[in-house]
């Protein structure tokens, strides 16, 4: 793939994501009510409209990925402009090719990508609720009382 078929690309990718979130948009512009077709809440069960609002949901966080990802295709479209599309913004090492035509907005070689976002933290309730203790472990809790179970909670290795 020579420059412009990337750069024609950029353009493609642009095109079809701005298809996208206008779609998107469009949905999530209608309200709740008439998204729903129903005249009345009161008669819905609530796991219905749960359903319904996870939907609108799952639509409105599609749609920020995808302007996330528009900006990134317009950085690599600036990038073609100033001479510096292909090129790593972290080591300065030109991107694999095969990689310039899986991940055309890229801006990072592959060396670069792996060893980078991976700072995601998890939640503050994860590090509260340990996952599995309870299943992994060879204690059965039907047995215990509060202050026994709270314990081996606190102190798993006091076995």
Same mark, same amino acid.
């Given at each position: 793939? +020579?420059?412009?078929?990337?750069?024609?690309?950029?353009?493609?990718?642009?095109?079809?994501?701005?298809?996208?979130? $206008?779609? %998107?948009?469009?949905?999530?512009?209608?309200?709740? $009510?008439?998204?729903?077709?129903?005249? $009345?809440?009161?008669?819905?069960?609530?796991?219905?409209?749960? $359903?319904?609002?996870?939907?609108?949901?799952?639509?409105?966080?599609?749609?920020?990925?995808?302007?996330?990802?528009?900006?990134?295709? +317009?950085?690599?479209?600036? #990038?073609?402009? +100033?001479?510096?599309?292909?090129?790593?913004?972290?080591?300065?090492?030109?991107?694999?090719?095969?990689?310039?035509? %899986?991940?055309? #907005?890229?801006?990072?070689?592959?060396?670069?990508?792996?060893?980078?976002?991976?700072?995601?933290?998890?939640?503050?309730?994860? %590090?509260?609720?340990?996952?599995?203790?309870?299943?992994?472990?060879?204690?059965?809790?039907?047995?215990?009382?509060?202050?026994?179970?709270? +314990?081996?909670?606190? #102190?798993?290795?006091?076995?």
């Amino acid at each position: 793939m +020579n420059n412009i078929d990337y750069y024609q690309a950029l353009l493609s990718r642009k095109e079809d994501i701005e298809e996208q979130i $206008s779609r %998107r948009r469009d949905i999530l512009q209608i309200p709740l $009510s008439e998204y729903l077709d129903e005249l $009345s809440f009161y008669d819905q069960h609530p796991g219905d409209v749960a $359903s319904d609002t996870y939907e609108r949901e799952k639509e409105a966080g599609l749609l920020e990925m995808l302007e996330f990802e528009l900006e990134k295709v +317009n950085d690599a479209l600036v #990038n073609y402009q +100033n001479g510096t599309y292909g090129i790593c913004e972290q080591c300065g090492q030109p991107i694999e090719p095969a990689r310039l035509q %899986r991940v055309v #907005n890229t801006t990072r070689c592959a060396h670069c990508a792996r060893g980078y976002g991976h700072t995601y933290t998890r939640p503050a309730e994860e %590090r509260v609720v340990r996952p599995g203790l309870m299943y992994d472990t060879a204690v059965d809790i039907a047995g215990y009382d509060y202050d026994e179970y709270h +314990n081996t909670l606190h #102190n798993p290795d006091s076995d």
